[in-house]
């Protein structure tokens, strides 16, 4: 057995209890935290929590049902200051054993399907994966401070004019040209 299987974030689906759930609370320490900001791209996470159950789900399934709760702390895609946002959230998955599962034949078309909480089942059932997956999935992707404006922003180089909106219309001499070939002399009726 591996060191990670004896870890409080593993549980291995053969010790699970068939008669009742099994509770979890996951310990993240300020190093793990440390360590998921920087897997998720963001400044800290001040706070961590996922806990929950994995409970029976029939004869060979598992639903695993926990709630997360973090403090995330982003630069902002303005002004790169710190942006702070709170995540509560509920986490469901439904671990079921592959021959459960529709596999698609290669190269063939394919619905997604509607609940996508439902995941293979192995030997084991990662309570810190699942935690990193909703928390990536909840944490805004572009995260912009209250008081963030866009400047008109302009990137032309050094001492050129500007483009001006009717130049950016390309059809609008159309109309103009269509007429002047219309009438070859160039004269109105």
Not at 11 to 35: C, I, M
Not at 38 to 63: C, H, M, N, V, Y
Request: net charge negative.
């Amino acid at each position: 057995m591996t060191e990670r299987a004896h870890s409080p974030k593993v549980f291995r689906v053969a010790d699970l209890s068939q008669a009742h759930a099994t509770k979890f609370d996951l310990p993240l320490s300020a190093e793990d935290r440390a360590t998921v900001a920087t897997e998720l791209d963001a400044t800290s996470i001040k706070k961590l929590t996922f806990s929950g159950q994995i409970a029976p789900l029939g004869k060979r399934g598992w639903r695993l049902n926990g709630k997360l709760g973090a403090t995330v702390v982003q630069p902002c895609v303005v002004t790169l200051t710190p942006v702070t946002t709170r995540i509560d959230s509920d986490v469901v998955r439904t671990f079921v054993p592959p021959a459960q599962l529709h596999t698609p034949t290669e190269g063939s078309e394919t619905e997604i399907p509607e609940d996508d909480s439902i995941e293979e089942l192995g030997t084991e059932i990662d309570v810190y994966d699942v935690m990193i997956e909703a928390l990536a999935i909840a944490i805004p992707d572009y995260p912009r401070a209250a008081d963030a404006e866009l400047d008109n922003i302009s990137a032309i180089p050094e001492g050129a004019e500007p483009i001006k909106e009717e130049e950016t219309k390309p059809f609008a001499g159309l109309a103009a040209l269509r007429d002047k070939l219309s009438d070859p002399d160039g004269q109105k009726d």
